[in-house]
């Protein structure tokens, strides 16, 4: 099962950007997904996490980086195997990679997710 994720684009700040992630199979009912953006010489870092209860979005709790908890939401996508991460109130530090993966044991680290699909750039101007 692969992961990808979709939606980057160019954005000026103030405004919202919708990120999807897209499964190769049926995994979310079942395992934590987690949002990852890597910024240029930065370090990639924790953007927010997920673990959907039996698929349902509304018995799910999701967990967030204080950089941006208020402004980024979880949303169930109209495809069966995807989510959506909603970034509102974008500002010019949100530019990154945003990556989208599987993280077993909810350990908000990169090194331990797996099924790791392509990024999607995310631009952020001022």
């Known amino acids: 099962v692969q992961l990808q994720a979709f939606g980057g684009g160019l954005v000026q700040a103030g405004g919202s950007l919708r990120l999807s992630c897209v499964a190769s199979?049926?995994?979310?009912?079942?395992?934590?997904v987690a949002w990852f953006r890597q910024a240029p010489g930065k370090e990639r870092e924790f953007v927010s996490f997920?673990?959907?209860?039996?698929?349902?979005?509304?018995?799910?709790?999701?967990y967030y980086a204080d950089s941006v908890k208020g402004r980024f939401t979880f949303s169930r996508d109209s495809a069966k195997n995807a989510v959506a991460l909603q970034m509102n109130s974008l500002k010019p530090e949100d530019t990154a990679v945003y990556y989208c993966?599987?993280?077993?044991?909810?350990?908000?680290?990169?090194?331990?997710?797996?099924?790791r699909g392509q990024g999607t750039q995310v631009t952020v101007s001022s």
């Open positions: 997920i673990r959907l209860n039996d698929g349902r979005l509304s018995d799910s709790r999701a």
């Open positions: 993966a599987r993280d077993p044991n909810c350990s908000f680290l990169w090194r331990l997710t797996l099924n």
């Open positions: 199979g049926d995994i979310f009912s079942r395992y934590g």
